[in-house]
Each structure stands twice: as structure tokens, then as C-alpha cells.
């Protein structure tokens, strides 16, 4: 059952921008497609039409080939989880699971025999006869998946699901999740702001920014190559450095970095690089050369986080780098705050600005 | 008839007052939740909306009834005092009261006294019963 969202617009209001401009994404059948941005691009704008709590100015949503935009939100047959949960607090689990069911008008056997299946799946046997308020965050939000997928939805939209949950149940909810999809291989959208859990559970994920899409891609191309710079310093964390175009380079810190050809000099462009991607030497022990590719610095803060070290540089010129080294290798350099070293920026990619004639 | 109207005017501000703050908190989630799952707009009203309002409808009503029992003013001016047709306890009660017959007057006020505790306390073993899904039982 693939999603395809053809050139989704969507206001609330004349005055602002559009919530989500001209957003055009396919999620295949059987996958985890994410949207993925921070607060407020409009990811679960689109998700909202999707699921057919609101309609869009403009463009079409079409499921399996078929335009869902006159279909009430009734008749869609989709299944949603929301942030808050929003189960029924005066219906037990059992009634809350049935409820999809009920409206259907299935013959009660059924719905209890689904029902049963249901809590299995969720792990709730037990507590079919409580009532919501009884039960922890993590027990309520399998309920809301239970309820979700009782009537056998043909899409799974899935709006922050964990995101009121704590740390721990919700790395434990994201496993299960995964293990349900295996299991399924439902086609399901879901929304978040947590990278983290974008690269563990999609196939396939939208990146957005203020109502527009950024990027769509494998977890890895859209962590390998950001297509722009919010991408990169959203997914993962990165350093970003600005400059200018000189005599056909970037000149970014003390580093000349290409650029493609025929960009005019004086173009504003960023270079972003990976904390971890930075190669770390101290300075004047020889071989640390001061090239086109490494530069100068001093360590102004240490932290020790654990699995690596993060060290705050800053750069003669004046730029500020995070630069993280896996603790074995920093064990052996034996560095000390305060120190002069030299960073290798070989990683470094290069973005040029869009720039107005 | 008159006395229905005249006590509808009186307690409906209560049963409002309980009502709107439940009504504003409930947000549109469960509403939808339940659109999503195909129920229709009058299917969640009864099975959603509605049952979530029992609670504080029935404090309502228990005010509304508290207020009620005790009201002839109101009933006085708009049905007037109809032997046998809109006569009405309180009313009676200040009769006999200013006739002298205490004992009467008495009597009359033990019935409504043992009526309305019976109502409230039905109330409060409804409102009670409602309850066992809000916290741990």
C-alpha cells in the first residue's frame, strides 16, 4: 500500500508562510517512511491530511494509486497513534482495542477472538480489564498501537508516538516497534523529531524544514550526504564553518576547500564536517604539517562523555570546531586543555549558497 | 409544567458551570482517535463525549436538585400557587408555618429532608461508580 503526496500545500493562516509547501514524497508499500524536522516544519501537517483530520489547500494524497483526498476520514481505514495517546479513559483495554472493531458492526466472536490477538501482540494478556488511568506510559501507548491496528488498517500513521514517554521505554518501545514491522511489514508513516530514532527505524526518511521538504533518502544517504546544510547539522551533530569564495576555493577558517567550478568568488558558502570525521595531532611534534586541508587551534574544554572524548577547539582564525576522538586514540595522544594541535578537515563538504543576482 | 420551567431556569447555570471546564479540557484527540477508527459524529458523541461527561453532569444535577428543593420564589412567580396544581412543599411548609401548625409543617419538612438525602446519596454512589476508571480502584 504506497503512499504517494503529490504537491501537499497547506495554510492556517493568510499572513504567515504556508505550514507545508509543495511536499512531494512516495512511501513504499511495507516500509517505515519518516518525516523528520524540528518543531513546527509541518511534519504532522502532512500527516494530519494523510490520515484526513485536515485538508490540504492544494495537491493530492493517493494511497495505492488511488486519490484518498474526497475520502471522509472514516472511510479511509487508516490506523493512528497519537503523541498524547488519546484513549478512551472510561472504556477498559478490551474496550478500547474493540472500539475500531464495534464501529464496524463485527459479529462479537470475532472482536473477541481479534482482541485477544491484539493484547498478545502488545503484551497487555493481563490487563484487559483495566482502565487506561491504571496503567503506566509505556502499557497506555501499546493500547494506542493495539487500538490502531484491531480493524486491520491498510496505513499505520504514527505521530510522535513516543515522545511522551522517558528515555528508557521508549528505546524499548522503538525495538518492539521494529520487531512488530518485521513481523507485518504494515506500510507506516511516522512522524518525530528524534533523529536517533529516524536512522534506527526507517527505510526511508523526509527531511523537513519550515513547511518544506529537505531531502528524502535511505538513512544513510541522508546521513552520508546531506543534500543541504540543515540536513547535515540536523541529522547527526556537525561543525559548521562559514567563508567565502576566493580565486576559485573556499576560503573557510584557515582551509581552502573546492568548490564546484565556475562558482563565482565572494559567494557565500558553509562548510560542515562531522565531529568525528576530524583527524586530531598535537601541534609541532613534525609531522603535523600545516596544509590546505588541517588547521591550527588550541583545546579551550574537554569533556569525557564515555565511548569518546569531545574537545572544544578554537581555531587561530577565530572559528570555534568540535572535534570528538574515540577514547582509545585519545588515551594515546594524551592530550591537555590548553594545547595547540592541528585538525585535519579532510571531511569537510562544502555547501554553496543559493545567492540573489 | 410551569414549576419544570421555573426549575430548569434556576439550576441550568449549575449544570453549565459544572460541565464547561470539563468540556474545554477534553481537547480534540479523542474525537478524532475515534474518526480514525470510523466512528461516526454522533457514534462518538454517545460513546465518547458523553460518558466522559457523566461526572460532572451529575454534580450538576446535584446542585441543581439542591437548589430546587429548597426554591419557591421563582415557582411563586411563574406558575403561581395552584391549589392541588402547582402547590409545591417548600410553599406549603411556610403556610402551615405561619397558620401555626408546627407539628405539620414538621412532618412535611421530615419528607423532604429524607427525600432529598436518598437523592443525594443516590448521586454520590453514581458519582462514585463513575469514578473507578479515573484513578486506581
Known sequence: MSVQVEDLTKSFSTKAAPTVFQ????????????????????????????????????????????????????????????????????????????????????????????????????????????????????????????????PRPRLLLLDEPFGALDTRVRLELREWLRLLHEATHLTTILVTHDQEEALDLSDRIVVMDAGRIQQVGSPNEIYQSPSTPFVASFIG???????RVSAGHAQVASLSLDVPANTPDGTAVRAIVRPHDIRIERAGNGNGVCSRRTAAGRISRMVNLGAHVKLDLALTTGDAVTVHVARREYDGLGLVAGESVLVDLESARVFVEDYVI | ???????????????????????MELGPELEEAAAVLGASRLRTFLRV?????????????????????????????????????????????????????????????????????????????????????????
Open chain 2, 1 to 23: 409544567m410551569g414549576v419544570v420551567l421555573a426549575m430548569v431556569f434556576v439550576g441550568l447555570p449549575f449544570a453549565v458551570r459544572s460541565v464547561q471546564p470539563v468540556l
Open chain 1, 237 to 243: 551533530s556537525a561543525n559548521v564553518l562559514s567563508g
Open chain 1, 23 to 150: 511536499a512531494n514524497f512516495e512511501a513504499p508499500s511495507g516500509g517505515i517512511t519518516t518525516l523528520l524536522g524540528p518543531s513546527g516544519s509541518g511534519k504532522t501537517t502532512i500527516l494530519r491530511i494523510i490520515a484526513g483530520l485536515e485538508s490540504a489547500d492544494a495537491g493530492r494524497v493517493l494511497v495505492a494509486g488511488e486519490d484518498i483526498t474526497p475520502v471522509p476520514v472514516q472511510k479511509r481505514g487508516f490506523g493512528l497513534v497519537f503523541q498524547s495517546f488519546a484513549l478512551f479513559g472510561h472504556m477498559t483495554v478490551r474496550e478500547n482495542v474493540a472500539f475500531g472493531l464495534r464501529t464496524q458492526r463485527a459479529p462479537k466472536d470475532q472482536i473477541d477472538a481479534r482482541v485477544a490477538e491484539l493484547l498478545k501482540l502488545v503484551q497487555l494478556e493481563g490487563h484487559g480489564d483495566r482502565y487506561p488511568g491504571q496503567l503506566s506510559g509505556g502499557q497506555r501507548q501499546r493500547v494506542g498501537f493495539a487500538r490502531a491496528l484491531a
Open chain 2, 49 to 137: 463525549i458523553l460518558p466522559l461527561l457523566a461526572p460532572p453532569l451529575l454534580t450538576g444535577f446535584a446542585l441543581a436538585f439542591a437548589r430546587a428543593v429548597g426554591e419557591y420564589g421563582s415557582i411563586v412567580f411563574i406558575s403561581g400557587n395552584m391549589p392541588n396544581h402547582t402547590e409545591i412543599v417548600p410553599l406549603l411548609i411556610v403556610t402551615k408555618l405561619e397558620q401555626f401548625q408546627y407539628q405539620q409543617a414538621t412532618a412535611l419538612a421530615v419528607v423532604m429532608l429524607a427525600g432529598s438525602l436518598v437523592t443525594l446519596l443516590a448521586v454520590n454512589l453514581l458519582q462514585a461508580w463513575n469514578r473507578r476508571w479515573t484513578g486506581h480502584a
